[in-house]
Nanobody, 113 residues
């Protein structure tokens, strides 16, 4: 099993980024997928969930209206579109396959002027 995140970068407040996570080693289309993040000195926190067919999504309150999770089952990929970024969004972002208890290596997002 592999989960490979990409797309993290340094961005100014108010900017946007799109994170990607490519999965392999399991039947991606059969599972819900998750994004988490961990800021320095803080515990890892859940950010968003997307259900199997992409029809249902859930977000932590702090990102509602700014972040959008999506998936492309043909590409075994989930995305996190992040708009109106704030300094408090600075964190390492991870995708997570809950059923297999498997994490990616993470991609760093830094929001700073």
């Amino acid at each position: 099993v592999q989960l490979v995140e990409s797309g993290g970068a340094l961005v100014q407040p108010g900017g946007s980024l799109r994170l990607s996570c490519v999965a392999s080693g399991f039947t991606f289309s059969s599972y819900d997928m998750y994004w988490y993040r961990q800021a320095p000195g803080k515990e890892r926190e859940w950010v968003a969930t997307i259900r199997i067919n992409g029809g249902r999504t859930n977000y932590t309150d702090s990102v509602k209206g700014r972040f959008t999770i999506s998936r492309d089952n043909a590409k075994n990929t989930i995305y996190l579109q992040m708009n109106s970024l704030k300094p408090e969004d600075t964190a390492m972002y991870y995708c997570y396959w809950w059923a297999g208890r498997h994490w990616g290596q993470g991609t760093q997002v830094t929001v700073s002027s």
